[in-house]
């Protein structure tokens, strides 16, 4: 069965920094890409952050390009998204999901930027 | 940030066909692949359609969607009380202003 549990949310100051990480199980992950997706709270869904298989390819959205770092760790199965400067329009659920078509999605990890 | 335009709501009794539309841009739904999700109350999304057309296993066959140049749809047969729900298109786009871009979400009532 495949599964994917992010951790990491919490509470932080505008201007802080967050580490998210994802832990997959269930598939090989070096077989598939991963992606970040966050849902600020009552609204829509907004894709963050992809990676290829390999790390050889790298999108973020313009929102977070310079701010968030995505990463993956193979010998771990694990997806990481490095948060910094965060503010409050980061507040939000983020989502790591599988392959190119989010076929799998974990449960979420609630991000809350605040003083 | 949602590039892909559907429309707030759709409602429908329960037995009825329910359409959502999504349109988009050359840049993603016209040159790329187009995928719906539906995201029940409290919960992570789940990929309904995938590839324009295609159904994951496990599915319903009462959810279809289609394609047609920078616009996309799902329908949905036989509405039923658990098809309550948001649902999102999405695609990836060749601009590259994200990875991907989502539809600004269509909430479906079941009345």
């Known amino acids: 069965e495949v599964q994917l549990v992010e951790s990491g949310g919490g509470l932080v100051q505008p201007g802080g920094s967050l580490r998210l990480s994802c832990a997959a199980s269930?598939?090989?992950?070096?077989?598939?890409?991963m992606n970040w997706v966050r849902q600020a709270p009552g609204k829509g869904l907004e894709w963050v952050s992809y990676?290829?298989?390999?790390?050889?390819?790298?999108y973020y959205a313009d929102f977070v390009k310079g701010r968030f770092t995505i990463s993956r760790d193979n010998a771990k199965s694990s997806l990481y998204l490095q948060m910094n400067s965060l503010g409050a329009e980061d507040t939000a659920v983020y989502y790591c999901?599988?392959?190119?078509?989010?076929?799998?999605w974990g449960q979420g990890t609630l991000v809350t930027v605040s003083s | 940030q949602s590039v892909l335009t559907q429309p707030p709501s759709a409602s429908g009794t329960p037995g009825q066909r329910v359409t959502i539309s999504c349109s988009g841009s050359?840049?993603?739904?016209?040159?790329?692949?187009v995928y719906w999700y539906q995201q029940l109350p409290g919960m992570a999304p789940k990929l309904l359609i995938y590839?324009?057309?295609q159904r994951p296993s496990g599915v319903p066959d009462r959810f279809s969607g289609s394609k047609s140049g920078t616009s996309a749809s799902l329908a949905i047969s036989g509405l039923r009380s658990e098809d309550e729900a948001d649902y999102y298109c999405?695609?990836?786009?060749?601009?590259?202003?994200?990875?991907?871009?989502f539809g600004t979400g269509t909430k479906v009532t079941v009345l």
């Open positions: 999901a599988r392959d190119v078509s989010l076929d799998y």
């Open positions: 269930g598939f090989t992950f070096t077989d598939y890409s």
């Open positions: 990676i290829s298989r390999s790390d050889g390819t790298i």
């Open positions: 050359s840049s993603n739904i016209g040159s790329n692949y």
């Open positions: 590839r324009n057309n």
């Open positions: 999405a695609a990836w786009d060749d601009s590259l202003i994200a990875p991907g871009v």
